[in-house]
Nanobody, 114 residues
C-alpha cells in the first residue's frame, strides 16, 4: 500500500512558476512508474508526464519544454517543476504511482490567472 500526498499548488500569474511535490508513505525506489495527471473543470483527467525507475521521462506536448518531472528516491518524493505557466494549465494536479496497482494522491489545485 502506498499513500501519496501532493503539495505546492496555489495561485500564480501567467508566466510564473510553481513546484509541486508528492510525498509517498513508503520507499519509491521499487516503483516502476510515477507521474502527474491533471483535471481541469468540466474536463476529463489527462496525463501530463511520467518518469520511470530509470529516470526516463515523457511529457504531453502541451507541457513539453515548460514542465520538468523528477524523483528523489532518498526522500520518497516526486516533483513537478512548472515554468512559463499559462491559464490553460489551471487544474487539479494528481500524483500517480504504478506498483502492482495504481495509486493516486488527493490532488493539489493550481490556478494560473492575472
Amino acid at each position: 500500500q502506498v499513500q501519496l500526498v501532493e503539495s505546492g499548488g496555489g495561485l500564480v500569474q501567467p508566466g510564473g512558476s510553481l513546484r509541486l511535490s508528492c510525498v509517498a508513505s513508503s520507499s519509491i525506489f521499487s516503483i516502476d512508474v510515477m507521474g502527474w495527471y491533471r483535471q481541469a473543470p468540466g474536463k476529463e483527467r489527462e496525463w501530463v508526464t511520467t518518469i520511470t525507475r530509470d529516470a526516463i521521462t515523457n511529457y504531453a506536448d502541451s507541457v513539453k519544454g515548460r514542465f520538468t518531472i523528477s524523483r528523489d528516491n532518498a526522500k520518497n518524493t516526486l516533483y513537478l517543476q512548472m515554468n512559463s505557466l499559462k491559464p490553460e494549465d489551471t487544474a487539479v494536479y494528481y500524483c500517480n504511482a504504478v506498483y502492482r496497482r495504481v495509486y493516486w494522491g488527493q490532488g493539489t489545485q493550481v490556478t494560473v490567472s492575472s
